[in-house]
Nanobody, 126 residues
């Protein structure tokens, strides 16, 4: 069993930065890929970024490429999402997720993730 708790969300002006953290409990954390997703009001949850079990391979959605960076620290059981140059369209609830069935691939689809956090709100004012 894996429990995920996100933190670091808040209100920020456009152009600003935030760093989200996701603290995980459970032995599986260091063995599986981790991802960040987001859901804006009235929209479906979408992929933001994912990182392999060892932090080497990373994927970022085109909409955040060059602005957001995912990373992880397995010693701290934590995955991060550094968000720079934030835009109003980045406003959403951000969710951390673990893909417990995988190890060597970096999945992008919601259905490939089986553990989810409760989410943290990010609001970007223009």
């Amino acid at each position: 069993q894996v429990q995920l708790v996100e933190s670091g969300g808040g209100l920020v002006q456009a152009g600003g930065s935030l760093r989200l953290s996701c603290a995980a409990s459970g032995r599986i954390f260091s063995d599986c890929p981790m991802g960040w997703f987001r859901q804006a009001p009235g929209k479906e949850r979408e992929f933001v970024a994912a990182v392999s079990w060892n932090g080497v391979n990373k994927l970022h959605a085109d909409s955040v490429k060059g602005r957001f960076t995912i990373s992880r620290d397995n010693a701290k059981n934590t995955v991060y999402l550094q968000m720079n140059s934030l835009k109003s369209e980045d406003t959403a609830v951000y969710y951390c997720a673990a893909a417990g069935k995988y190890r060597y691939v970096v999945p992008k689809r919601l259905s490939e993730y089986d553990y989810w956090g409760q989410g943290t709100q990010v609001a970007v004012s223009s």
